[in-house]
């Protein structure tokens, strides 16, 4: 059974860094076109998509950005983090299959409120900056380890 556990306020040092990877699959972009209620053409429609800017269909960008706040949720601070304020800048579109990597970085610390800045760099397989931004959140003071909870199995029906 894989195991969530936090790093609280106190463990958490200037110029500490984390990871989290995740592939885009026609499944990620389906579900979250649906539960985001985004049905931009350009993620959905393949004709639609091969005459835009991109000739293809893309990811959503907040699909990037949900990586973003999975990284603070499950590996650093993890469990019990409270965010506050997210700021994304979109470098290039990301493409079904390809390979993300979030990185955060601890930057900043106020003691008052136990709140981190944390500097999020998201690059694809190419080691190509998709995504860049802070994030600020309040950390956990006390430790937390918990199971890692077992999502429901989805599918999506044609309609």
């Known amino acids: 059974m894989e195991v969530l556990e936090n790093i609280t306020y106190d463990e958490i040092n200037i110029g500490d860094n984390c990871h989290y990877s995740k592939t885009l699959t026609e499944f990620d972009l389906l579900l979250f076109a649906a539960v985001s209620g985004d049905v931009n053409p350009v993620h959905l429609d393949e004709k639609f998509a091969s005459e835009s800017i991109f000739k293809e269909r893309i990811a959503h960008g907040m699909w990037s950005g949900s990586l973003v706040s999975a990284t603070l949720a499950t590996v650093m601070p993890g469990p019990g983090t409270i965010y506050l304020n997210q700021s ?18 601890a930057k900043h610390k106020k003691d008052e409120k136990k709140i981190v800045t944390f500097s999020c760099d998201v ?3 190419y080691d190509k900056l998709v ?23 989805l599918q999506i029906s044609p309609m």
Not at 88 to 105: A, E, M, Q, S
Not at 132 to 153: F, M, N, Y
């Open 88 to 105: 994304l800048k979109f470098h290039r579109p990301v493409k079904l299959g390809d390979t993300l990597l979030v990185t955060l970085c």
């Open 131 to 153: 995504l860049s931004g802070e994030a600020q959140v309040i950390a956990p003071t006390k430790k937390i380890s918990l199971p890692r909870p077992t999502l429901p199995k």
């Open 123 to 125: 690059k694809n397989q």
